[in-house]
Structure formats: C-alpha cells, structure tokens
C-alpha cells in the first residue's frame, strides 16, 4: 500500500438528525490515529478538519425530501477537491467523519483518477436511498445511490461528472437494514451484497477471500467506506443509527488484515463515529485499530 498518507477530517454532521458525529475527527485523533500510523512508519501529513458551515436544526430547508441539501452539497465540493489534490499527489487519502454523507465527496474525489474504481461498504445499510425513496429525507442514507449517478443533480454532478462508480464495482459488506427502494434498486442492477447472513454461513474469511478475488478481476483501485455502525453496537455504541446483530470487533479486524495483504485497497473513509453517544472513547478507539489494522498492523 502507498506510504504516503495524508488524513483529512469531516466535521459533517448535516446529513442526518442526531448531533455530535461532527466530533468524530477529534475524536478519532484524540484516541490515537496519528501515533499508531506513526508506528506502521507511514510519511503522513495531517490535513486537519476541512470547513463545514454550520446550520441550525431548527427550521431546517428541506428541498426534494432532502435535508440540508445545500450544506451538505457544499461540504462535498470542498472533499471531493482535497481528496483530487491528495490522489494527484501520489498520497493515500485516508478521510475521518463525519456522517455517512461525506461519501459523496470522497468517492468524488477519488474516482476520477480511476477507470473502474471499486468500493467496498462496510455498513450495516446500503446507503442507496434518493429523495423519492428515502423515509426520513437524510443524505447519510444516500451517498452510494448518489455515487451511481442516482439523485439530486446538486450532489450527483460534484466535479463535474457522473457515475462516480458502477453499480457491478461495489460489494455491501454487514447489511442488515434496507429499506424497500433499496432491495429493489441491489436487484436490479445486480449489486453484490453480503448480509449478516451470509456473514454468520460462510464465515467473515471466505466472505471478504470472495469480496477480494471479485474485485480484484475487475477494478483499477478500491475505495474502502466503513462505516462503524456495521460493528455490533454493544461493541460500538457510539454510532447515530445503531443496528442489533452487527459485526464483531474480532471479524472486522479480520477483515482489514486480509484487505492489507490483499494490496488493493487506495483510498478509505472511516465515519459515523459519534463521541456524545460513545462510552469512554470506545468506538473512536476501534475505528483506530482497524485503522492499523487495515494499514499493516500486525501482531507478529
């Protein structure tokens, strides 16, 4: 993996309803990241926190069922233009959120350097909701729908151009949650998704051996979006819309390891880490040990 890293933070929290997630840099910084990367003898350079506008809550705009959609727009812009000066810079873009929604700006910012990048979502939804199907008007459950050229033109068109990825180059890893347009929208363009079902059949090795060998045959780069509510949340509790019957802690580090070796991963997010909801810093700690984990810690 590149050497050369370079963390960014979002201090996003516009694309859902509870507060605190716009915390979730500091608190990711506050548990370590930079001196466990230091030890792994990375060249980093830390970005720090891009500028988010803040919005009051009451009264918020809602336009095309989407709230705060011109915050949220904004926010993006300005990621997807660090994230392009980061990868023209040969440096690994490692991003901190932040809501899910700051996805949109990454994978904006990323993908034009690629000709079929691939995107593993490790999350416990799919994220693939629009204005026309989303129950609750939240962009955090849209940036992967977004990011297949699907939604408002204000978030679709970011840089410039549209599809940022194809659906056939994403693998949804810890669904448990989906909304009905959502499991319409998998079926029909053919989205490869591993549930916790298959999680609990196959086993957390050969789902993530399948997820690599997939990818590997047909992308040019893979952009890595944990979203830390794919953990169980009696192990993460610290995330805005926690789901029961989660990932475990041992499982995703499994997971970042064989992704390490795997030497594919180019980019990676890790989001939703809310210190207002957490206990002691507990979830902004495993974010970093997966961190580590993805980015070459091993334990002999």
Known sequence: MNKQLSLLGVPMDLGQNRRGVDMGPSAIRYAGVLERLEQLEYDIKDLGDIDIAQHSREGAEIEDNLRNLKEVTEGN??????????????????????????????????????????????????????????????????????????????????????????????????????????????????????SMHEIDRLGMSQVMQETIDYLKERTDGVHLSLDLDGLDPNEAPGVGTPVMGGLSYRESHLAMEMLHESDMITSAEFVEVNPILDEKNKTASMAVGLMGSLLGEKLK
Do not use: C
Request: proline fraction near 4%; charge should be negative.
């Open 77 to 194: 812009v300005r990621l997807a233009e660090y994230v392009n000066e980061i990868v023209e810079g040969n440096r690994f873009p490692l991003v901190l959120g932040g809501d899910h929604s700051i996805a949109i700006g990454t994978l904006a910012g990323v993908s034009r350097h690629y000709d079929n990048l691939g995107v593993i979502w490790y999350d416990a939804h799919g994220d693939l909701n629009s204005g026309d199907t989303s129950p609750s008007g939240n962009i955090h459950g849209m940036p992967l729908a977004v990011s297949l050229g699907l939604g408002h033109e204000k978030l679709t068109s970011i840089l410039g151009y549209q599809p940022k990825i194809k659906p056939e180059n994403i693998v949804i890893v810890g669904a448990r949650s989906l909304d009905e347009g959502e499991r319409k929208l998998i079926k029909e363009r053919g989205i490869t998704v591993y």
